[in-house]
């Protein structure tokens, strides 16, 4: 009897669950602008302490400060210390390393500008109405995918390429000469550095 029972049970139980389709894409679209608003955060409170962190610029100029390492490993310990200390100011340097190079590059100003142009466009389309080409709707990411797409070989022609690894290896190079070259004055002494007593 309890295995008839158990049996009705599981008939009883089987089944499909009927779900309003409309509930769930509502639901989907709100967790998605959630996901994208909880980034949001993350991405405005990591600029707020990268912008309270900065160290002040007399400091990290100071020309007092700077002396050539005297062995490898303190200039190691420079380094680590340095970029640890001014993160901040670095992040900077390379911002301003990037402007200068799109500044002094007008074909890459301009494709850069199209580029922005035509995404702004794009949402302001997608503001009013959504884009329906050939009776099928267009989603935002695949309109800003065919923007990308499109813009490449203009980006290609302004040497975007180049410019990208200009600005990395400009940077790398100016930051690590500050970070080997300033001396924090916190007790640097070589570790295998032997002391000689005079007899």
């Known amino acids: 009897m309890a295995a008839d029972d158990a049996q009705y049970l ?7 669950i009927e779900t309003n389709s409309e509930e769930t894409t509502k639901l989907t679209q709100t967790s998605k602008k959630m996901a994208i ?7 405005q409170d990591w600029f707020q302490r990268q912008r309270n962190s900065i160290k002040p610029w ?3 100029l100071n020309s007092k400060k700077f002396r050539p390492p005297k062995s490898v ?3 190691g310990k420079r380094i680590i210390s340095n ?3 001014f993160q901040s100011n670095y992040l900077f340097v390379f911002l301003g390393l990037l402007i200068f190079c799109l500044l002094t590059s007008p074909i890459l100003l301009i494709a850069m500008g199209a580029c922005l142009g035509a995404c702004y466009i794009i949402n302001l389309k997608n503001a009013d109405r959504k884009i329906v080409v050939m009776g099928k709707e267009i989603s935002l990411v ?5 923007v990308g797409v499109l813009s490449f070989p203009l980006f290609w022609i302004a040497g975007a390429g180049s ?8 940077s790398l190079f100016c930051i690590l000469l500050h970070a080997s070259m300033f001396s924090g004055g916190d007790g640097e002494q070589d570790p295998f550095e ?4 005079s007899v």
């Not at 695949?142 to 065919?146: E, F």
């Not at 410019?163 to 400009?170: D, L, S």
């Not at 032997?194 to 007593?197: A, C, D, G, V």
């Open 37 to 43: 608003n909880l980034s949001n955060i993350k991405v």
């Open 163 to 170: 410019a990208v690894f200009w600005v990395i290896g400009a």
């Open 83 to 85: 970029v640890t200390n």
């Open 58 to 60: 007399s400091e990290f």
């Open 73 to 75: 490993a303190i200039g």
């Open 142 to 146: 695949q309109q800003y995918a065919a």
């Open 194 to 197: 032997l002391e000689m007593e």
């Open 10 to 16: 599981n008939d009883q139980i089987k089944g499909e």
